[in-house]
């Protein structure tokens, strides 16, 4: 019964910096992998960022490597999303999602548990 919430996406300028992030509802956090996904207006969802439930790992897409990182907190049930020089190609719905694993990292359907989204907007 853990559920996810994600917070911290707003409206900027690009080149600004952004942290979000995706507070679980229970204390078992730090046993699931963490991934965060993107989906913008016509788009699929798309993979940004994950990281194994022990923290040592970590795994980028191609178009946000460098930019992002993510990391986590298991003693406050908190992912994050730390995004920097942020594009206007970055506005999308942040999804953060969870799973036992193990399994693909860069894939949704490997995530049992989604939070609800929430909304970066990058402006030219």
């Known amino acids: 019964q853990v559920q996810l919430v994600e917070s911290g996406g707003g409206l900027l300028h690009a080149g600004g910096s952004l942290r979000l992030s995706c507070t679980a509802s229970?204390?078992?956090?730090?046993?699931?992998?963490m991934g965060w996904f993107r989906q913008a207006p016509g788009k699929e969802r798309e993979f940004v960022a994950a990281?194994?439930?022990?923290?040592?790992?970590?795994y980028y897409a191609d178009s946000v490597k460098g930019r992002f990182t993510i990391s986590r907190d298991s003693a406050k049930n908190t992912g994050y999303l730390h995004m920097n020089s942020l594009e206007p190609e970055d506005t999308a719905v942040y999804y953060c999602a969870a799973t036992l694993g193990p399994g693909d990292y860069y894939v949704t359907t490997t995530y049992t548990i989604w939070g609800q989204g929430t909304q970066v907007t990058v402006s030219s």
């Open positions: 229970g204390p078992t956090f730090s046993k699931y992998a």
């Open positions: 990281i194994n439930w022990g923290g040592g790992s970590t």
